[in-house]
């Protein structure tokens, strides 16, 4: 293999690929190329047709398979800003984000679906963690509970402290 091909290779599949093309342009027999490289003729055989029909670019390593993004990356990036306006500011109740909102919310804006788990990739790939909503009355009263920690919950502390304790056997 020519040290050109040897840069251009990404893995040893390709590289392997590379080589049987440059070992047929200089006239060697695929079954004799086939058994050069430990692969099959059929392989080898592919790969020349490959080579032939398409030129050696179609040897090199294939990205990118499965489906297209359905979100364009100009919307994958307006995500995160949509997103920092809050949940509610989309007509949610609580300012909570979760897949199944955040779902609604791709659906409505760039008429796109998808499921919580994808929704869930997304976020992943857009930088946002999981979060839990945090589970508090909405009453709370957040100074009463304050004053009942620090006046009340030391004397109850050191009343339980006072009581001997007795072991039976």
Known sequence: MTEKNKNQAKDWREARRLQAWELKQKGWEQNKIAEALGVSAGAVSQWVKRGQQAGVEALH?????????????????????????????????????TRGRVGKLIKDKFEVTYSARHVGRILEKIGWSRQKPIERASQRNEAAIEQWRTEQWPTLKKSRKRKAHHSFC
């Open 61 to 97: 390593r294939r990205t990118g398979g499965g489906p297209k993004p359905r979100l364009r990356e100009a919307q994958l990036k307006e995500l995160p800003k949509l997103l920092e306006q809050g949940a509610e500011a989309y007509g949610f109740r609580g300012d909570v984000w």
